[in-house]
Antibody
Framework: EVQLVESGGGLVKPGGSLRLSCAAS????????MNWVRQAPGKGLEWVSS????????YYADSVKGRFTISRDNAKNSLYLQMNSLRAEDTAVYYC??????????WGQGTLVTVSS | QSALTQPASVSGSPGQSITISCTGT?????????VSWYQQHPGKAPKLMIY???KRPSGVSNRFSGSKSGNTASLTISGLQAEDEADYYC?????????FGTGTKVTVL
């Protein structure tokens, strides 16, 4: 069974940093691209970033470019999102999702990031 | 990277059919057959319902169908059931990024 479990969310002050993790199991992690998608409270889904299976291709939404860094460790079956210079508008539930040639076919349950003073 | 445009809400009675539109541009929906649809119940993670415009993942009811014409994709739910009440989001590949729709709340009357 495919499982994606996010962790690392919490309360952080504006300008602060946070590192999210996503532990994957139930599939060959190193064969799939992975994505981060976020959802602000009461709002819609927003794609954040994607990384190819070997980390060769990395893409970011304009809203996070230069502040967030996606990475992965295939040996540990883990996906990461380093978030720096956090802003109030980054407050959201962050989901990791497996990508199967674009459809995001499996999603984690999400981790809440709150940016507030 | 502007969001795809969806109607804010659509409603229907049990047994009826409803259609949700998803309008993009020639840079996303119009250029790629990589449109997918997601269902999200309150407090839950999104669930893939349709991919590559009209394909259904294993386990998804055949009451859900998708199509595309030009820059607009559509999701049709036939034989509406109470359990279909949820938020629905379209999604499209857009070159070096992915873009979601604004979301549609489906209400079963």
């Amino acid at each position: 069974e495919v499982q994606l479990v996010e962790s690392g969310g919490g309360l952080v002050k504006p300008g602060g940093s946070l590192r999210l993790s996503c532990a994957a199991s139930g599939f060959t992690f190193s064969s799939y691209s992975m994505n981060w998608v976020r959802q602000a409270p009461g709002k819609g889904l927003e794609w954040v970033s994607s990384i190819s299976s070997s980390s060769s291709y990395i893409y970011y939404a304009d809203s996070v470019k230069g502040r967030f860094t996606i990475s992965r460790d295939n040996a540990k079956n883990s996906l990461y999102l380093q978030m720096n210079s956090l802003r109030a508008e980054d407050t959201a539930v962050y989901y990791c999702a497996r990508e199967d040639q674009l459809p995001l076919d499996y999603w984690g349950q999400g981790t809440l990031v709150t940016v507030s003073s | 990277q502007s969001a795809l445009t969806q109607p804010a809400s659509v409603s229907g009675s049990p047994g009826q059919s409803i259609t949700i539109s998803c309008t993009g541009t020639s840079s996303d929906v119009g250029s790629y057959n990589l449109v997918s649809w997601y269902q999200q119940h309150p407090g839950k993670a999104p669930k893939l319902m349709i991919y590559e415009v009209s394909k259904r993942p294993s386990g998804v009811s055949n009451r859900f169908s998708g199509s595309k014409s030009g820059n607009t994709a559509s999701l049709t739910i036939s034989g509406l059931q109470a359990e279909d009440e949820a938020d629905y989001y379209c999604c499209s590949y857009a070159g070096s990024s992915t873009v979601f729709g604004t979301g549609t709340k489906v209400t079963v009357l």
